[in-house]
């Protein structure tokens, strides 16, 4: 199965930002409910920003609430996540997916943490380190 492809990861100074781009395959394109997760070392994988296409309505993790953007480019079927006022603790590997289900009984982040439990086509993902 073709996997997405997560981009933008680098190494930055804590207050700094960046813009992580992952590009959806097309089979996607029928998802109304995707976002970024990430996961630390030694950690579980996480959602941070979901996006529920229907509507435009977005969720976030409160640990990124007010610093971390989610946004769709639907003609590219690619998925942004603007990071800004990065701190140490969101040093992690960044993920995106999409659920093709569309039988969620929500989309945002709650059931995107127990959906990311089940979910096995994770992307190569894309490394963001903050120092201090």
Do not use: H
């Not at 930055?12 to 976002?35: E, F, I, K, W």
């Not at 079927?77 to 590997?93: F, G, H, R, W």
């Amino acid at each position: 199965q073709v996997k997405a492809v997560e981009s933008g990861g680098g190494s930055v100074q804590a207050g700094g930002s960046l813009r992580l781009s992952c590009v959806l395959p097309l089979y996607t394109d029928s998802s109304n409910c995707m976002g970024w997760f990430r996961q630390a070392p030694g950690k579980e994988r996480e959602p941070v920003a979901i996006i529920y296409t229907t509507d435009g309505s977005t969720y976030y993790a409160d640990s990124v609430k007010g610093r971390f953007t989610i946004s769709k480019e639907n003609a590219k079927n690619t998925l942004y996540l603007q990071m800004n006022s990065l701190k140490p603790e969101d040093t992690a590997v960044y993920y995106c997916a999409a659920d093709l289900s569309r039988v969620l009984p929500r989309c945002d982040i709650e059931t995107m943490t127990y959906w990311a439990l089940g979910y096995t086509y994770w992307g190569q993902g894309t490394q963001v380190t903050v120092s201090s």
